[in-house]
């Protein structure tokens, strides 16, 4: 009989925090299904499609928030990116909290990914199949090689913009497009893009 492969412990807090990000997106997708009809009369009015899309959106901007904290946290709070805190390249230093969020990512992308194409083009044509492809495939290299998580950190903080971009999704299918709000979360979402 054939032995298995070992993995590393490293390659284990991969899977697993990848593995916690899927969980996490189907708890969070469903979580946004229950409360949506108590915090918003109209949710019961949207039609099968919309509701999908608003659950959908829910765990996006979960995993968004998540991703802007993780990230900020790392490049500005750790020590990780600190220059007296290693004699490493700071693009070759990682740790194993940078290391399972990027995993936890990752399984955010798959999870998203797999709605798209469950529901293609409902909730995005092929941009977004190129747009989440290529963030794994720059995570997965960044993960195997321990190189270059500082820039994919910074590009994940990018991901604070995304709560915005939701929440004008959600107003517009509300039909509060011309409320003051909506023009609120323009002005902060024109800002968000200026960072």
Not at 133 to 159: A, H, P, R, T
């Amino acid at each position: 009989m054939a032995d298995l492969p070992s993995f590393s412990t490293k390659e284990f807090y991969w899977l697993a925090s990848c593995f916690c990000g899927i969980i996490t997106c189907k708890l969070v997708y469903d979580i946004t299904g229950f409360i949506s009809p108590f915090c918003f009369k109209g949710y019961g009015k949207l039609s099968d499609k919309e509701k999908m899309e608003w659950n959908n959106r829910g765990f996006s901007t979960f995993h968004a928030l998540i991703a802007a904290w993780a990230s900020l946290y790392l490049l500005l709070f750790s020590d990780l990116f600190d220059e007296d805190s290693s004699n490493d390249l700071i693009v070759n230093r990682s740790s194993i909290i940078s290391n399972m969020f990027l995993g936890f990512s990752i399984g955010y992308f798959l999870s998203d990914l797999a709605m798209v194409f469950w529901h293609f083009p409902a909730l995005g044509g092929l941009e977004y199949v190129l747009h989440h492809g290529l963030s794994m495939f720059s995570i997965s290299l960044s993960l195997m090689s321990s190189q270059g998580q500082i820039y994919i950190l910074m590009v994940l903080f990018s991901e604070s913009t995304t709560p915005f971009v939701n929440i004008r999704w959600y107003l517009d299918v509300a039909g509060r497009k011309s409320s003051t709000i909506y023009i609120y979360n323009g002005i902060a979402l024109f800002f968000g893009w200026q960072t």
